[in-house]
C-alpha cells in the first residue's frame, strides 16, 4: 500500500502506518518491521515513477498525467524547481502530501543518480513513515488525538521544508559569490 501511496495514484499514506503502529503496540505487528516495510514500499512506488519518467519521458507524462491531477504548468513548475534545488527537493518532497507523489517524476526526467535518489527517497520517506508509525504507536487508540496531531505535524513539516529549503538556497547563492 506504500508502493502505491508513493507513485502517482494518490492514496493517504496515514491510512496504512497509522494503523501498523497501532497493530505494534498492540504487539500484533513489530514496529520495526511495519517501518522499514513502510520505507521499502516508498521507495517502490518512488522508483515506479521515476522509471516512468526515464522510459517514457515528458510528452507521456503531460499526455496522461491529467488523468492523476497534474497539467502541464505543473509538470513545468516540479522540473524548474527541481532543476534549481534536484537533491534537497528530492528529499523534502517526500514529506509534503500530494508533492511526495510526484517528486520523483522530475528526477527521472532529469536521470538524477539512482542512488542518489534512493537514498534521498528512503531518509525524506523515513521520516514520515517513523513520525506515522509512533503516532498510531503512542495514540492510535484515540482517533481524535490523531486527527489533531496529524495536521500539527504536517503543518510543522511544511514550514521545516521550508526551512530546509531556504537554507539550502541561500548555502548555494553565497558558494556561487567569488
Known sequence: MMALESSFVPFPSEVVMIPAGYLASKGEMNIFAAILSGIAGSLAGAL?????????????????????????????????????????????GRLIPVVRQYISLPAGLAKMDLAVFSIYTSLGAGIWVIILALLGYYIGANEHLIKEYLHNIIAILIVACAICIGVYWHYQKNRRKP
Open 48 to 92: 515506479f515513477n521515476y522509471y516512468l519518467a526515464v522510459r517514457f519521458g515528458r510528452p507521456f507524462l503531460i499526455q496522461y498525467g491529467r488523468y492523476v491531477m497534474f497539467s502541464e504548468i505543473t509538470m513545468q513548475k516540479m522540473e524548474d524547481f527541481f532543476a534549481r534545488h534536484g537533491h534537497i527537493s528530492t528529499f523534502t
